[in-house]
């Protein structure tokens, strides 16, 4: 945490920076600290799916008949293979082992995501929450819906709303980048891309890690580290989208002013909506359907103004650059493609 702050440590003094945000209360601590070890345990028993344990298939008990023993019998089935899961992974420690290390690789990028704009908050004295980490009901991809800070207070100027928004991302791709090395490093070569199922399309940053190694990434089994990157730079690059009050629409509206946002956001909804019916008609992929709602409500929601909107400075939008490279690194048009 305090690398990210260093590395992104404001390059200009901002005009006004009011006094100290409020301090997170114990009760506060404890809900968002609950929320986090949940999100541990949820990607833990997804990094231990994708290790590929061999689990004993659940045998219904005789009391499941008919419609209401087939209506309960769904959420046993569930249940009992979490259960399986856990076990199996206790027993065998090797699978415990990748699935802690997904998790621990995904939720540190997580983690320096939101911290960055948390330590910026404070920075500025802009009242926001610890971030919430939303873990997922177990067995889902990728166990965890994400994270995310609430801001309580307004921004107070251009500059704390640029620091702010960027901060998250780049803290992410920073701890992100190490990560990809090694998964992109240590993956197996299959000798075929198969003939079936879910297969993940390498961002730009895979492929550039990947190329100076002769590695075939297309013929490549995925590891912990690689899906924990992977879905690090989807995150990172979902953020950086410039609509609404995402990071990358923080970042848009502090470059270009509030008819800038405004145009830009559209423009970017169309693309979305175009990559999206091609994502299906090429890929089979239904990825970018649910993004494309959250999208449109953005959008629907007024982004508030900063107090003052003072010149962003040479500095600032060199970063927006190195921004704008890092969204390109990451971005995926089509994440998956379903065979």
Not at 109 to 135: K, M, N, Q, W
Not at 160 to 183: E, Y
């Amino acid at each position: 945490m305090s690398q990210s702050t260093e590395t992104f440590a404001p390059v200009d003094t901002p005009l006004q920076i009011p006094g100290p945000a409020k301090k997170p209360t114990a009760r506060q601590w404890l809900l968002h600290i609950s929320l986090f070890l949940l999100t541990v345990v949820t990607t833990t028993i997804f990094g231990i799916i994708i290790a590929g344990p061999q689990l004993r298939a659940p045998v219904a008990p005789p009391g499941f008949r008919g419609l209401a023993g087939s209506i309960f019998l769904i959420p046993w089935i569930y249940v009992t293979t979490v259960v399986e899961i856990i076990r199996y992974a206790v027993a065998h420690p090797k699978f415990l082992g990748e699935g802690l290390k997904f998790s621990g690789s995904l939720l540190a990028i997580l983690t320096a995501h939101e911290s960055g704009h948390y330590l910026f908050c404070r920075y500025y004295g802009v009242d926001a929450t610890l971030p919430f980490f939303i873990p997922q009901p177990p067995m889902l991809w990728p166990g965890t819906f994400g994270a995310f800070i609430r801001m309580k207070s307004p921004v107070p100027s251009r500059r704390a709303l640029f620091d702010i928004g960027l901060a998250g991302p780049l803290a992410g791709f920073i701890v992100m980048l190490p990560i990809a090395f090694a998964g992109v490093l240590t993956v197996h070569h299959s000798g075929a891309a198969g003939s079936g199922g879910i297969y993940f399309n390498d961002p730009l940053l895979f492929k550039l890690i990947a190329r100076p190694f002769g590695i075939d990434l297309a013929n490549s089994e995925a590891n912990s580290f690689y899906l924990a990157a992977w879905f690090g730079a989807l995150v990172t690059a979902l953020n950086l989208i410039p609509v609404g009050q995402l990071d990358g629409g923080h970042g848009t509206f502090a470059v270009f002013g509030s008819a800038g946002h405004f145009w830009i956001g559209r423009g970017m909804f169309v693309a979305v909506v175009a990559i999206s019916v091609l994502g299906w008609i090429w890929h089979g992929s239904p990825a970018w359907f649910v993004f494309i709602v959250l999208l449109a409500v953005m959008l629907r929601v007024r982004h508030p103004q900063p107090e003052t909107m003072e010149p962003l400075g040479l500095a600032r939008l060199i970063i927006g650059v190195v921004t704008l490279i890092v969204f390109v690194l990451c971005f995926l048009p089509f994440p998956i493609t379903i065979t």
